[in-house]
């Protein structure tokens, strides 16, 4: 079935740091993929997406592209922050799985002053 | 709009007693899902509703669980009894069609 395999944590970075968390997948037919983002005592928020091959999705500096050949969709920040600190699950939704998101165990962030 | 609102945000309960825990979706939204979060074994998809109707409950772990969408704008997970090893994080989750999942704050249940 589908699944999506992360890098385990937890990473530590000090501020301005680059960040990449790996994330592969294995799916058939063609998912969608995400980032989501969860902060201390909070549910999950949709960080950025892609939805086909060679699409790249950013937001608030972190970017991803849907790599198809090496079933990939690293997180990547040039320069992260404290206010980073959290928790992030990579995602997809399978094109024969429904609407539901799988999701990988997710990666703890840590980004130190 | 106030977003996905669960309740309680915290349970502590002993081994045997029944456990509801409750989801308000956004309004408008047309899915309904079911996560548990734990250390072990991550975010793991229980059920999902489509239009109030279950669409796929082959994660629900075994006939303790059940979950319930009586309307659009109502959900209930119920565990019955409940046991140690059900002690997480549950997650409800709407979305509109196939777009962006909203999560709630999330249920913290203990089960002693």
């Known amino acids: 079935g589908d699944s999506v395999t992360q890098m385990e944590g937890p990473v530590t970075l000090s501020e301005e740091a680059f960040l990449t968390i790996n994330c592969t997948y294995t799916?058939?037919?063609?998912?969608?993929l995400f980032w989501y983002v969860q902060y201390p005592g909070e549910g999950l928020q949709l960080l950025l997406k892609?939805?086909?091959?060679?699409d790249k999705g950013s937001n608030k500096g972190f970017e991803a592209t849907y790599r198809k050949e090496t079933t990939s969709f690293h997180l990547e920040k040039g320069s992260v922050q404290v206010s980073d600190s959290a928790v992030y699950f990579c995602?997809?939704?399978?094109?024969?799985?429904?609407?539901?998101?799988?999701f990988g165990k997710g990666t703890s962030l840590l980004v130190t002053p | 709009d106030a977003g996905v609102i669960q309740s309680p945000r915290h349970e502590v309960t002993e081994m045997g007693q029944e456990v509801t825990l409750r989801c308000k979706p956004i309004?408008?939204?047309?899915?309904l899902f079911w996560y548990r979060q734990t250390m072990m074994r991550g975010l793991e998809l229980l059920i999902y509703?489509?239009?109030?109707?279950?669409?796929?409950d082959s994660g629900m772990p075994e006939d303790r669980f059940s979950a319930k969408m009586p309307n659009a704008s109502f959900s209930t997970l119920k565990i019955q009894p409940s046991e140690p090893r059900d002690s997480a994080v549950y997650f409800c989750?709407?979305?509109?069609?196939?777009?962006?999942?909203?999560f709630g704050e999330g249920s913290r249940l203990t089960v002693l």
């Open positions: 989750a709407s979305s509109w069609d196939v777009g962006e999942l909203f």
């Open positions: 799916a058939t037919g063609y998912p969608s």
């Open positions: 892609a939805t086909k091959a060679d």
């Open positions: 995602a997809l939704r399978g094109s024969n799985s429904g609407y539901a998101l799988n």
């Open positions: 309004s408008g939204h047309d899915y």
């Open positions: 509703f489509n239009n109030n109707v279950p669409i796929d």
